[in-house]
């Protein structure tokens, strides 16, 4: 049995009288992907920004590993947040930026790093600072500084959405392709069931501040748990 990485427990999130979220619990196994798919504005990035301890929750609980997280700063935490836009340093060139994300892991090799340039196409880039690359290439480098830091948990927040559709595709294979690899336990938030599927081992479908339900594709869409998450599948399957 693998142990239990990151427990979730009755978390609520309000924003003056606005609910967001709604005494949300879950886990995730250790080497565990969960996609979170759910319309926009429902809350998941808030749930990712508590997660990563960018924000604090009005109540309920986090532990990682079996110790209790809730009010751990972000920075002693050993989980990552890949955001919609690509957060990278201006000053840095591709490979820089990369090679920042390894030195954090403690655990940079060259010819790793070279791998990983190589896997997101920059090769031919990896002496341009972020200013001479386009928006994609931006996020690729993004992506590949966040797994160059192995941290324990990786969060995504819908870090394909700003890429066309074949770069989309190419990575999306990729970083699970890595995720799984690496055995990182991973959660991935979009708002297509077809990526959703793609990515997670098991997706949750988050609606109106919890989850209504996870499992296997296949089995909510064989037996959904509720008529909300019967029109969500119906209406994107
Ligand atoms: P999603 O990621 O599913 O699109 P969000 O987590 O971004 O949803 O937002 C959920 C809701 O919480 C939205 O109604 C948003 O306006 C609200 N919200 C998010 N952050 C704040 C904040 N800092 N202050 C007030 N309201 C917020």
Redo the contacts with the bound molecule.
Sequence with gaps: MKHTTLEVKHVV?Q??E?T?LNGLSFQLAQGEILSIV????????????ILAGL?KPTAGTISMNGREITNQKANRRDISLVFQQPLLFPHMTVEENIVYGAKVSKKYKKEKTDKQIAAIGMDRYRNHFPSQISGGQQQRTALARAMATEPEIILF??PFSSLDPNLRQELRYWVRDFLVKQGTTAIF?T?DLEEAMIMGDQIAL?QEGDFQQIGKARAIHESPANRKVASFIGGHL
Excluded: A, C, I, W
């Excluded at 759910?38 to 990035?45: D, I, L, N």
């Design positions: 999130k924003f003056n606005d967001v759910g319309p926009s504005g429902s809350g998941k990035t808030t749930l990712l920004r924000e927040d819908e938030v708002h988050f």
